[in-house]
């Protein structure tokens, strides 16, 4: 697709444990966002990056981490998931600010804390 | 802070008909982009149009096209000619214009189901 990639696409996970989502890019894009989906909500933001080792909270940031390391790579990671935390999590890139394009997204990861 | 709100979680449309989804939203900025995202069972989300805030003309591609109020901070989508390949969730989206505080980042409705029925 796009050049973006996100891994799992799936995962069940127990209460408590750690999780980490991936996300891969190939377009090297300068910024780089994590949203979840949740029935009623549409997508809100979660955390986001603007370059390498450069990240900020978004809207919905309690209980993730994230980091960015490589600009192809930004990780989210979910320290000690809880049922709260079960939804579907989209990565997206934009080059400049998304202002002509509005942003690429990838596939999702749909996460099931039980 | 900006909100985005679609005020109906589900429409339906005749196949070849043509329906209006609803987009408000809530800014003191001047200059914003606004976006119409589709995202059908797959879950992809796909762009379907984009407004420049700054542009007074509405925006058009094929059978989508935009009524873009700004006065009345409003952000319609009408899709003409309804196919079935039109089903889909229905995503408003707003975001900043160009600044030194601008992080690219997209503020979301809650979406918009849409059916079309055969």
């Known amino acids: 697709d796009a050049g973006i990639t996100q891994s799992p696409r799936h995962k069940v996970t127990e209460t408590g444990t750690p999780v980490t989502l991936r996300c891969h890019q190939t377009e090297n894009h300068r910024y780089m966002y994590w949203y979840r989906q949740d029935p009623g909500h549409g997508l809100r933001l979660i955390h986001y990056s603007y370059g390498v080792k450069d990240t900020d909270k978004g809207e919905v940031s309690d209980g993730y981490s994230v980091s960015r390391s490589k600009t192809e790579d930004f990780l989210l990671t979910l320290e000690s998931a809880t049922s709260s935390q079960t939804s579907v999590y989209f990565c997206?890139?934009?080059?400049?600010?998304?202002?002509?394009?509005?942003?690429?997204f990838g596939s999702g990861t749909r996460l099931t804390v039980v | 802070a900006q909100t985005v709100t679609q005020s109906q979680p589900e429409m339906s449309v005749q196949e070849a008909e043509t329906v209006t989804l609803s987009c408000t939203y809530d800014t003191s900025e001047s200059d914003y982009y606004l976006f119409w995202y589709k995202q059908p069972p797959s879950r992809q989300m796909i762009l379907v149009i984009r407004q420049e805030a700054y542009k007074q003309q509405n925006a058009t591609e094929n059978r989508f096209s935009v009524n873009f109020q700004k006065a009345a901070k409003s952000f319609s989508l009408k899709i003409s000619d309804s196919q079935l390949g039109d089903a889909a969730m229905y995503f408003c989206?707003?975001?900043?214009?160009?600044?030194?505080?601008?992080?690219?980042?997209?503020?979301f409705g809650q979406g918009t189901t849409l059916q079309v029925k055969p």
């Open positions: 997206a890139i934009s080059e400049s600010q998304g202002i002509l394009y509005g942003y690429t």
């Open positions: 989206a707003y975001r900043s214009g160009r600044g030194s505080s601008n992080t690219g980042k997209l503020i």
